[in-house]
């Protein structure tokens, strides 16, 4: 009993789309049949029979819904316990299928030290870029790995940089 429960569950939406072809075929034909009479009385068979095509379309649209909410349902509950075990034990994280997941070190951003900010605060020295001079605490160079070079701004402007539109350090 549980196999073919099993196998149904995994069939469930198969036969929604099959179910749901044999209700057009059964449109069809109705429609194809009622339009080769001109007789209302005539036609009355046919439209029961396209009514009862529109039923099977019906009925297997649903079996199709309910068959994706159930693998959306597993795919979630599988989501949910893997939330949990990564609440419970975050070196023993897994991904979904069922390999180790690497698990990276967050590491802070790489900008400028504390006492070098402090003192380039005093200072009015910014940090040169490429092209634009920046505070020292700009959201801009977090993340960037490069050595900071500490310029006043009189330098930076000499040297053709432009100010930061972010931080607006002029």
């Known amino acids: 009993m549980t196999k073919l429960r099993a196998l149904w569950e ?4 198969r036969v929604g ?6 209700g057009f075929v059964a449109i ?4 194809n049949g009622a339009a080769g009479y001109d007789r209302v009385p005539s ?13 099977l ?3 297997g649209s649903a ?14 509950k599988e989501s949910i316990e893997a939330v949990r075990a990564a ?9 979904p299928g069922g390999t180790r997941a690497r698990t990276t070190a967050t590491r802070a951003p790489a900008t ?34 490069h050595d900071t070079e500490l310029v006043t701004v009189a330098a930076a402007t000499a040297e053709g940089l432009t100010a930061c539109r972010i931080c607006q350090p002029a």
């Open 10 to 13: 995994k069939m469930g939406g």
């Open 17 to 22: 789309l099959a179910i749901c072809l044999g």
């Open 28 to 31: 069809f034909l109705g429609w």
């Open 43 to 55: 036609q009355l068979p046919y439209l029961f029979g396209a009514i009862g095509g529109l039923g």
């Open 57 to 59: 379309v019906f009925i």
């Open 63 to 76: 079996m199709v819904v309910v068959e994706a909410n159930r693998q959306q349902r597993g795919e979630l």
């Open 87 to 95: 609440l419970a034990d975050p070196q023993a994280v897994t991904s």
């Open 112 to 145: 400028v030290p504390a006492t070098v900010q402090a003192r380039s605060v005093r200072n009015g020295a910014v940090v040169a870029g490429r092209s634009a001079f920046h505070r020292p605490d700009c959201r801009l160079l977090d993340g960037r790995d």
